[in-house]
């Protein structure tokens, strides 16, 4: 896998290739939806880091509900045929600590592509979600592979003169 193109996937983007790609990415509360066609072998992976466009301004894929058909439109523009593709979901980690139910971001980005996906039926093979821990992920466009680490939490000390 050495002649391998490599793509980092920044929040609020996403990336599709008919080529074999590892694309990179790291989550906290974000979610990134890896989609796969495993007849023609193509992959795409979206990196959102809010539930839903508001209908106000770009509809830009920082949002679930767009990323996710931003990401679908694009596999079908390569001939994707919907009955092959599968997803595979990670993150919305709470790694900020809050007791306001209105911040638990990551849940909510958890709840929105589950829904998504149910909707358009496409299936979820695999997932890691929710927990503390930030996740760094690597998705294998040619063969849907994804491989995961978990990102320990820095604890910042103000206080610490060292």
């Not at 045929?81 to 900020?96: L, Q, Y």
């Amino acid at each position: 896998m050495d002649n391998l193109g490599s793509h980092f996937l920044y929040p609020a983007e996403l990336y599709a290739s008919k080529e074999p790609f590892q694309i990179n990415t790291i989550l906290g509360s974000c979610v990134a939806v890896c989609l796969w066609d495993r007849t023609l072998n193509y992959g795409g992976m979206c990196h959102y880091m809010l539930p839903y466009w508001n209908g106000e301004g770009l509809a830009s894929p920082k949002y679930g509900n767009i990323a996710i058909e931003k990401l679908l439109e694009k596999m079908y523009s390569f001939g994707c045929n919907k009955m092959n593709i599968v997803a595979k979901v990670f993150g919305g980690g709470e790694v900020i600590e809050t007791k306001s139910p209105q911040f638990h971001i990551g849940e909510r980005n958890i709840k929105l592509a589950l829904e998504v996906l149910e909707e358009k039926k496409i299936s979820i093979i695999s997932s890691s979600l929710g927990g503390k821990q930030g996740r760094k992920i690597i998705f294998y466009t040619h063969t849907g592979e994804v491989k995961q680490r978990y990102v320990q939490r820095q604890t910042v000390n103000p206080d610490n003169k060292n």
